[in-house]
């Protein structure tokens, strides 16, 4: 099944404590990004991967860490979280570039609380 | 100005009539629109794309363009209970870029 995950789903966790959410594709797509979602403000790109290798800054890419070590994974990195960093994180991954259709898949979603 | 721009809502509509949402953006660069659907605490979920000039139907749902007035639409025809969500309108620039700009989301209400 063609599929986006993203571990954990939920995590609670304390201010300055490193963590990671994990996020896997199995759809050999090329693009991949990282998005939060806070109420009123929708949804904001954190940072995005054109490729292997290739990663750049969305909108909203401060306190937060990417790597594109395979093209398959794609892990966000929060070095020292802040309570402001609460927030529903969703990766997404499309084919790349191309195609006006090609759209984004989205993960199932994690939910980040920073006490 | 936002760069995608939608009625928040709540937008309630009666079961089984027509339901009209919204979306306007302000970069004439833009050439895909796209409508995802995300029920509460769920992903988004692609339902139609679309990046000429007109009217794009797919079933229930019709998705309206006009890139003149920057102006994106979705109607969902015989509207049903599981039609309530929030719809999400994203845009994508241009062809070499891959970045989705999304609205804030219309939430949608079915009445029975």
């Known amino acids: 099944e063609a599929q986006v995950t993203q571990n954990p789903r939920y995590l609670i966790t304390v201010t300055g404590k490193k963590l990671t959410v994990t996020c896997s594709q199995n759809?050999?797509?090329?693009?991949m990004s990282w998005y939060r979602q806070d109420p009123g403000l929708g949804l904001r790109q954190i940072y995005y991967?054109?490729?292997?290798?290739?990663?750049d800054k969305g909108d909203v890419p401060e306190g937060y860490k990417v790597s594109r070590k395979e093209k398959r994974n794609f892990p966000l990195i929060l070095e020292s979280p802040s309570p402001n960093q609460t927030s529903l994180y969703f990766c997404?991954?499309?084919?790349?570039?191309?195609?006006?259709?090609?759209?984004?898949?989205f993960g199932p979603g994690t939910r980040l609380t920073v006490l | 100005q936002k760069e995608v721009e939608q009625n928040s809502g709540p937008l309630s509509v009666p079961e089984g009539a027509i339901a009209s949402l919204n979306c306007t953006y302000s970069?004439?660069?833009?050439?895909?629109f796209f409508w995802y659907r995300q029920y509460s605490g769920k992903s988004p979920e692609l339902i139609m794309f679309?990046?000429?000039?007109g009217d794009k139907e797919d079933g229930r749902f019709t998705a309206q363009l006009n890139k003149a007035s920057q102006y994106v639409s979705l109607l969902i025809r015989d509207s049903q209970p599981s039609d309530s969500a929030t719809y999400l309108c994203?845009?994508?620039?241009?062809?070499?870029?891959?970045?989705?700009?999304f609205g804030t989301g219309t939430r949608l209400t079915i009445i029975p």
């Open positions: 997404a991954s499309s084919l790349g570039l191309g195609g006006y259709q090609h759209t984004q898949y």
């Open positions: 970069d004439r660069g833009s050439q895909s």
């Open positions: 991967s054109m490729n292997v290798e290739v990663t």
């Open positions: 994203a845009v994508k620039r241009d062809f070499g870029n891959e970045k989705l700009t």
């Open positions: 759809m050999n797509h090329e693009y």
């Open positions: 679309i990046y000429s000039n």
